[in-house]
């Protein structure tokens, strides 16, 4: 095997829905080059496709930059992604 096939075979694109994982979370993109927007919902960051109507989560706690936000923003962010559809 030439490890030019191995480093194929290692890399497998985390796809999930429309969007692409990446190697972590700053990264997530959507596979139809729609532009993505990174919130925070209290502790939780979540990536979401306004064009796709669609939203995944993440991880939490991952940026500090949720501690320096509060409730009202929270809410806001929440209600931006209503009736979008969550991508496990
Ligand atoms: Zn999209």
Do not use: K
Request: net charge negative; proline share 2%.
């Amino acid at each position: 095997m030439n490890p030019e096939s191995e480093t194929r075979q290692l890399w497998t694109a985390d796809i999930r829905g429309n969007f692409d994982m990446g190697t972590f979370f700053g990264e997530v993109i959507c596979v139809h080059g729609h532009p993505v927007r990174l919130f925070n919902v209290h502790r939780h960051h979540i990536v979401t496709c306004d064009m796709c109507s669609t939203y995944i989560h993440v991880g939490s706690n991952l940026m500090s930059c949720w501690r320096q936000e509060n409730s009202d923003v929270w809410e806001q962010n929440r209600r931006s992604i209503e009736g979008y559809r969550l991508i496990d």
